[in-house]
């Protein structure tokens, strides 16, 4: 069988647009000879549609673009993914997909294992599907599933179901397996899907077509890199990563193709690069502005900015005080000319210098702190955010993992913004990202990249005054946030006793901060934010 994959990058909610979508590869795939046209999981709705299902008009709205898109199918059939009412006892809706042919009834399946972990809440909405048969499909039998349908135990966090859609689709006669996702990006991630698409191929001695969502919806990045594997398990189609793309799969193919997996620096740097890009365009926004600082992460973000928006497109403003250095400044100018972009130099001394004045009689006596320090970043905030108001920039946040993760940020300072591009990367990872970008000429200055990283809000300031240095922190962060491990068992990996405690409190105590930063691009197994909830107010210590 000739199946075209439709890898499509809905917007949520944008009923008439993903039609329009779906509608056009459909026409494109069949007039190049498919027999069967597949969408990603909820192609129709743009996934998660979270509670805008409860909406009064959304479902029926929904189900209204589903009967147009049967009035427009041709000669091949269409998969394609919706969300459907449960008109039974349990959940409200099934998250689902319908088969579409000219001329004959909607043909509907759901999806049987719901993911509730991590990012994913479908038990909040949707009843699983249960007992699915096959469609019989140009005389063949295509078993359908959806998204989680095909993660086997080996794939996932833990054994969670007491049911394996695949297998009881291969029991009832399916020939060929296909599967409708939305599978959000991560590093690494599509090779595993690769090899669980493979693995899961060889076991039944069934062909696999897979066909992935590609954007970016609010905090999730979808990288697309659709996959079809013939019986063996052997790789007959990849669609490109992080882009829309289409293709026919021939079932029958002989010739087999190597996995394409970019190096992690050109992944991750594309991944935010998409969820800045989608992110501005869902929410009308056409144009972005950030501080630079001269540092390394505002550097990044700028790049990354670039790269989404073009550089018309991006605004970056310089706001030193009296503690910026001089080669900080420069680094900042040197940054915005090699990217080519608008840059503002407003210095905030005198303001900084005014504003502390007030509170001159009142803090009478008592030694300067982080409360002078965070007067600037909170003065940089407001000055980014009048030019956000005025020139209607969406502003963006340059803060990395790892500070956020201990609180090396300030609350209504430099957490203020729009979208926090790089909340989910590493400082480690930030190093990596620079290098790669500078591996064919030198974008970010070089001694952006050498000189000792620092917030620059008092005299001769470095990161490392108050931090571990970042390549053990970074491991203790990854220990404790993303595997979960207690204080306890990451000492018992040969770390220092004292630097983890301190590790574990500065997490905890920064709770509040993260709750009221701005949303993350999430690209790691574990982001702060969407997928992980943990108390502000607790006094538990592991």
């Not at 990006?185 to 076991?203: D, I, Q, S």
């Not at 990563?241 to 997996?261: L, M, P, Q, Y």
């Not at 005014?354 to 965070?374: C, K, M, V, W, Y």
């Amino acid at each position: 069988m000739k199946i075209g994959l439709a890898q499509l990058n809905p917007t949520v909610g944008d009923l008439r647009g993903n039609f329009e979508k779906i509608a056009s590869a459909y026409d494109r795939l069949v007039a190049a000879g498919a027999d069967l046209v597949l969408t990603p999981e909820l192609a129709i709705t743009g996934y998660p549609p979270q509670d805008l299902v409860f909406k009064s008009r959304f479902v029926p709205e929904t189900l209204a673009t589903l009967e147009r898109l049967h009035a427009r199918v041709s000669k091949a059939p269409l998969l394609v993914g919706f969300v459907d009412r449960n008109e039974g006892r349990g959940k409200p809706f099934h998250n689902a997909a319908a088969l579409l042919e000219s001329g004959q009834p909607i043909r509907k399946t759901y999806k049987s294992l719901l993911p509730t972990y991590d990012v994913f809440d479908e038990d909040r909405y949707f009843e699983p599907g249960r007992g699915a048969e096959p469609f019989a499909v140009c005389g063949k039998k295509v078993g359908v599933t959806i998204c989680e349908d095909i993660w086997t135990e080996h794939y996932l966090p833990r054994p969670l179901y007491d049911v394996e859609p695949v297998r009881g689709l291969i029991e009832r006669g399916a020939e060929i397996i296909v599967n409708l996702s939305a599978s959000p990006f991560g590093l690494h991630k599509p090779a595993v899907r690769h090899e669980m698409v493979g693995a899961l191929a060889r076991t039944y001695q069934r062909p696999i077509c897979y066909c992935n969502a590609v954007g970016g919806n609010d905090q999730l990045v979808f990288d697309g890199t659709s996959i079809a594997v013939n019986s063996s398990g052997a790789l007959i189609a990849q669609l490109q990563s992080f882009r829309e793309d289409e293709a026919i799969v021939d079932t029958e193919a002989g010739a087999t193709i190597e996995f394409r997996e970019g190096e992690m620096p050109e992944a991750l740097f594309a991944a935010l690069s998409l969820g800045v890009r989608d992110y501005l365009r869902k929410c009308d926004f056409k144009s972005a502005v950030l501080g630079l600082s001269g540092g390394i992460d505002s550097a990044v973000v700028a790049t990354i900015a670039v790269d989404a928006l073009g550089a018309e497109n991006v605004v970056g403003v310089s706001m030193p005080t009296q503690y910026s250095s001089r080669g900080s400044i420069d680094d900042a100018l040197a940054l915005a000319r090699n990217l080519g972009i608008k840059c503002f130099q407003i210095p905030i001394g005198k303001a900084f210098e005014t504003f502390r004045a007030q509170f001159s009689e009142i803090f009478s006596g008592l030694p300067e702190d982080t409360t002078e320090e965070n007067m600037q970043p909170r003065l940089r905030a407001m000055t980014l955010m009048a030019l956000s108001n005025k020139f209607g920039h969406l502003l963006l946040t340059t803060g990395n993992k790892s500070e956020l993760a201990v609180g090396y940020c300030t609350i209504y300072g430099d957490m203020a913004g729009g979208l926090a591009v790089i909340s989910d990367v590493p400082k480690t990872l930030v190093y990596q990202l620079a290098r790669w970008i500078n591996r064919k000429r030198e974008i970010i200055p070089r001694s952006t990249i050498d000189k000792p990283p620092s917030a620059e809000l008092k005299p001769n300031q470095t990161d490392q005054d108050t931090l571990p240095p970042y390549e053990i922190l970074d491991e203790i962060l990854r220990l404790y946030v993303e595997e979960n491990l207690s204080a306890r068992d990451i000492v018992s990996r040969g770390f220092d006793e004292k630097t983890v405690r301190w590790v574990q409190r500065r997490v905890d105590l920064n709770e509040y901060k993260r709750e009221q930063a701005a949303p993350g691009l999430k690209v790691t197994s574990r982001a702060f934010g969407l997928g992980r909830r943990m108390p502000i107010a607790q006094k538990f210590i592991g």
